[in-house]
């Protein structure tokens, strides 16, 4: 729990805070961006809420850090802090049938995690943290069918989540090592893999060695491979955290042109969400080019 005697000095007066055990992962960020906003390496609270609706996302923030770098000085009463345990898996606007998992975790730095609701098996994309609140409400969506992890930085606590719902998982097999051996589908190869009519993994080799990202219908999940990156206004990938080769990554984002997709959601950095394809192949097409250089 975040501890009042190590409550960050650049926080605003009120009731929620950040405190030092912050590792700035952007959970608290993308969760409720009215209330959280940067600091000198670290969250910090920039503005009290001051409505219902935003004291709601701050609780779904302070459940959600990986961390616990979240508090209050005053204990919120049961109800709404019951009510922001059970908020995730909550939908991803503008996009039918995918719901943010929150609960981010620790050893996975924080990274996002998704949930497809589907007739043919749920689908999760990455390893939230194996918290009950999330894993009752994931059940009461239907459980999950299908595990697909990225890469080998987000793994977090899968072995729970096959544990509880049964599912199978899917890795490539560049990226297997430790706790993944056990992952049931273990994908090789550059060439695309279909999992099912509307699912295909597309490997994506440059952050990892193993990177790979999941299209499903219209979404792409690209776990570190690339992001909306907020302040810049594009889409963007990053030499600094690229571990594996940086000419690979360049070549694995102009492979994502020969497919059509209008949304990205990552596991670090913002989702983008557009109402056309054609518009998010330009997106990729820029970013393949500044990436060149």
């Not at 098996?121 to 194996?130: C, Q």
């Not at 492979?255 to 949304?263: I, S, T």
Request: proline fraction near 5%.
């Amino acid at each position: 729990m975040a501890r009042l005697a190590d409550r960050l000095p650049d926080n605003v007066a009120g009731d929620f805070y950040v405190d030092q055990s912050c590792i700035d992962c952007d959970t608290c960020r993308e969760v409720a961006p009215a209330v959280f906003g940067d600091g000198d390496g670290h969250a910090r609270v920039c503005a009290q809420p001051l409505d219902e609706a935003a004291r709601r996302r701050a609780l779904m923030a302070l459940v959600a850090c990986p961390v616990a770098a979240i508090g209050t000085v005053a204990k919120p009463p049961a109800a709404e802090s019951r009510a922001a345990a059970h908020a995730f898996p909550e939908p991803v606007p503008g996009i039918d049938g995918v719901y943010s998992c929150g609960y981010a975790s620790e050893s996975s730095y924080g990274a996002s995690s998704w949930l497809i609701v589907r007739p043919g098996g749920n689908v999760l994309v990455d390893s939230p943290r194996a918290a009950r609140p999330l894993m009752e409400s994931v059940a009461r969506l239907g459980g999950v069918g299908l595990m697909f992890l990225t890469h080998r930085d987000d793994v977090a606590d899968h072995e729970a989540f096959a544990a509880r719902f049964g599912c199978q998982r899917v890795m490539h097999k560049a990226d297997v090592s430790g706790a993944t051996r056990v992952v049931e589908r273990q994908i090789e190869g550059d060439a695309p893999v279909r999992l099912a009519d509307d699912l295909t993994v597309i490997p994506t080799p440059g952050h990892t060695r193993g990177s790979a990202c999941l299209l499903w219908r219209d979404v792409l999940f690209t776990g570190d491979h690339l992001w909306w990156s907020a302040s810049a206004g594009h889409l963007a990938a990053s030499r600094s955290v690229c571990w594996y080769s940086w000419k690979e990554q360049v070549r694995s984002i102009e492979r994502l042109l020969g497919h059509a997709f209008r949304a990205v959601l990552p596991g670090h950095g913002a989702r983008l969400v557009l109402e056309h394809a054609h518009a998010m192949r330009a997106e990729v097409s820029v970013l393949a080019e500044r990436s060149r250089k």
